[in-house]
């Protein structure tokens, strides 16, 4: 019998077949909301923590601690939850208000303050207080050393290692990296694509970091390209891909599609993969799909 633990991963790809116009060009999504926790951070948060323990770093006495924008903090307050492991989260204010009551339904602590890089700040502070530890996602091999173990894999699987192209909203970077590392030994010409918000745009989930909180995981030698997506476009694209393939995402996963479609524009053959990052029911009360 599975324990939740057991139902992170293994999900599936799901083809996007009325927004792609490219008859030679193949879309998938690989559909990362259906993991427990609702999103691709399940697999990360759960390599964090299992690995600290397996090393004897943090054990139930642990009081972890993390900076988050949301999906990384309800995927490790869940599994802290399991594992009887008290933790922190420290998120921006501007978050919606399902993020906090979703991570305080698991039992967390969450602590809301001005921006994603105070709460970087302050969670590096308090990690060094004695009798806590901070996971630190911007900074942990472990973060993309789980996708390296199981999406990577499963993504070569399910296209039957036909895939072209890897498409990933970037983040912490830790799932574009660690699925680059895995695709990347597999066939070297996989085309790997990071998308980032313009600089004048806000998109949950996707960072256009400034150099000081440039994530230490990122080494930009694994990504082949990077493509700029503006809030519009990955709005209006994650508002087509429920209303036209059913698929209920946010908006960093619109941004993802975004990209995805401007590829097929380019390419006479290939089969894409982007990862949709979490699911649509977190962000209802925001104005995404208003």
């Not at 991570?103 to 009798?131: H, N, W």
Request: hydrophobic share 35%.
């Amino acid at each position: 019998m599975k324990t939740i633990i057991d139902c992170i991963g293994n999900t599936p790809l799901a083809e996007i077949r009325y927004l792609n116009t490219n008859p030679n060009v193949k879309i998938y999504a690989k559909l990362e909301g259906n993991n427990p926790g609702g999103s691709v951070k399940d697999r990360a948060a759960l390599n964090m923590i299992r690995s600290a323990m397996e090393r004897g770093e943090i054990d139930k006495n642990t009081k972890l601690i993390e900076a988050t924008s949301g999906n990384t903090g309800i995927a490790l307050a869940m599994i802290a939850s399991i594992y009887g492991i008290d933790i922190e989260l420290v998120m921006p204010s501007s978050s919606t208000r399902e993020r906090t009551l979703t991570m305080e339904a698991f039992g967390a602590k969450v602590t809301l303050l001005e921006s994603i890089e105070v709460c970087r700040d302050y969670a590096e502070e308090k990690g060094t207080q004695p009798g806590y530890f901070l996971l630190n996602q911007f900074a942990n091999p472990d973060n993309y050393l789980a996708h390296y173990k199981t999406t990577g894999p499963e993504i070569w699987d399910e296209t039957q290692g036909k895939i072209t192209h890897f498409v990933s909203s970037m983040g912490t970077t830790g799932s574009i990296m660690g699925n680059s590392r895995y695709l990347k030994e597999k066939n070297p010409n996989i085309q790997i694509v990071g998308c980032q918000p313009t600089e004048e745009s806000s998109i949950p989930g996707i960072r256009r970091w400034p150099i000081e909180y440039l994530p230490k995981i990122y080494e930009p030698e694994r990504v082949d390209r990077i493509m700029d997506v503006s809030q519009q476009d990955a709005t209006s694209a994650a508002r087509a891909l429920a209303r036209k393939e059913g698929i209920f995402a946010g908006m960093s996963s619109g941004g993802a599609l975004h990209c995805a479609l401007q590829l097929t524009e380019e390419l006479e053959s290939g089969l894409i993969v982007f990862i949709t990052c979490d699911r649509g029911d977190r962000y209802l009360s925001s104005d995404l799909f208003g």
